[in-house]
Structures are given as structure tokens and as C-alpha cells.
T-cell receptor, first 113, second 116 residues
Framework: AQSVTQLGSHVSVSEGALVLLRCNYS??????LFWYVQYPNQGLQLLLK??????LVKGINGFEAEFKKSETSFHLTKPSAHMSDAAEYFCAVSEGYGQNFVFGPGTRLSVLP | DTGVSQDPRHKITKRGQNVTFRCDPI?????LYWYRQTLGQGPEFLTY????????KSRLLSDRFSAERPKGSFSTLEIQRTEQGDSAMYLC??????????????FGPGTRLTVL
């Protein structure tokens, strides 16, 4: 069965600094990988997804993630943090058609002025 | 496209009462999912439907939980004899899958349940 770990339950960065949120997965087959963002009292919004095409995936709001099979990782990055990026970020893995998402525990991102 | 909607947004109930939540998916989405999210955790899968058929249920879905999607459109999730441990955010998501690669799930705002 697939699983996801997210290193760091809480990450703080200064406004304008690099954002790096870590995600490692376990899957018995080539996975599909997703990053979602959740603002307080709201549902999850899709940031980006990896579906076996390009290993570097660009998403909304300037975020991108790189799939590294050798490291079983799918870390999320953004070159310059903005105050509006403060939220909870979830990495999720799916093993394909007919399979459900397994979410990581989430990383709360704080952006300091 | 109005997005996935859920009703109510908040529900406070007393232990032992029954509650029912509704989810309206994005129109034309053939798949509908229910998740439960507790504070500080990621969403946990409960069950999903392909059209009106319930195809999978998690072990988390005890006998007190039942979900339906009678016409393949909206869905309801009922919890009978609620317990304090049922307090959580209940999320609904929908997607369109034509049999190809994995589908992207679009989430609703959730229903926050508090059991006193």
C-alpha cells in the first residue's frame, strides 16, 4: 500500500525567502503525486500534480515540484515566499486508476514579515 | 462550474444523535469521495462512488456510518449514534474519470462536526 511522509509539521520562512516543503512517498507501482494547499476553514485546493510526464511540475501561485524516483521524493518549492502562502500543505499519492489518494500529515507554512 | 459544495458547513450535536451531511459534486463528475480530517492531520479516505455505485469503503467507516449517492449526483453521509470521537472535518471531493490515468480530485469546503 502507498504511504506519504512529510518531514516537518511546521516550517517558517521569511517573506521573500525560498520555500521548501518535503514529501517522500512509498508505492509499489509508479505513483501519481499531488500537492494540495488548505487555507483555514477551507477545503483543499490543488497546487500541482505529477502523472509520469515531465519530472519537474509547475503549479499555481509560483510553486513547483520535482519528482525524483531514486529518492522517492516529490518536494515542493517556491523561490520567493509571500505572506499569502501561509497555509497547510498536503502531499498525496495515488497508485493510479481506481485507487484512492493517501495524504501525508501536512506541513504548516508560516511566512514571517 | 460552481465547485463542490457541502451542507451544512458546521454541525454541533450531542452524543448519541444522528447527523446527515450532503455533498453536491461538480456537475458531470462521475466520482465522489468522502474523507475525514482531524486537527493536525491529513484527510483520511472513507469511501467513494463511481456514479451511484459505492466501490470502496475504508475500515474507518464503521457500521454507524453510511453513505449514499442514489442518482449518481449528490451524496449523503450519515452518522448514527454519534460519539465524541466522530468530531472532525468531513470533506467531499469529486472527479471525472474516463478510465485513463488517475483523476484529479476537487474538494469541497467541508462540514465541521462537533459532538458534545
Amino acid at each position: 500500500a502507498q504511504s506519504v511522509t512529510q518531514l516537518g509539521s511546521h516550517v517558517s520562512v521569511s517573506e521573500g525567502a525560498l520555500v521548501l516543503l518535503r514529501c517522500n512517498y512509498s508505492s509499489s507501482v509508479p505513483p501519481y503525486l499531488f500537492w494540495y494547499v488548505q487555507y483555514p476553514n477551507q477545503g483543499l485546493q490543488l497546487l500541482l500534480k505529477y502523472t509520469s510526464a515531465a519530472t519537474l511540475v509547475k503549479g499555481i501561485n509560483g510553486f513547483e515540484a520535482e519528482f525524483k524516483k531514486s529518492e522517492t521524493s516529490f518536494h515542493l518549492t517556491k523561490p520567493s515566499a509571500h505572506m499569502s502562502d501561509a497555509a497547510e500543505y498536503f502531499c498525496a499519492v495515488s497508485e493510479g486508476y481506481g485507487q484512492n489518494f493517501v495524504f501525508g500529515p501536512g506541513t504548516r507554512l508560516s511566512v514571517l514579515p | 462550474d460552481t465547485g463542490v459544495s457541502q451542507d451544512p458547513r458546521h454541525k454541533i450535536t450531542k452524543r448519541g444523535q444522528n447527523v446527515t451531511f450532503r455533498c453536491d459534486p461538480i456537475s458531470e463528475h462521475n466520482r465522489l469521495y468522502w474523507y475525514r480530517q482531524t486537527l493536525g492531520q491529513g484527510p483520511e479516505f472513507l469511501t467513494y462512488f463511481q456514479n451511484e455505485a459505492q466501490l470502496e469503503k475504508s475500515r474507518l467507516l464503521s457500521d454507524r456510518f453510511s453513505a449514499e449517492r442514489p442518482k449518481g449526483s449528490f451524496s449523503t453521509l450519515e452518522i448514527q449514534r454519534t460519539e465524541q470521537g466522530d468530531s472532525a472535518m468531513y470533506l467531499c471531493a469529486s472527479s471525472f474519470n474516463s478510465g485513463g490515468e488517475t483523476d484529479t480530485q476537487y474538494f469541497g469546503p467541508g462540514t465541521r462536526l462537533t459532538v458534545l
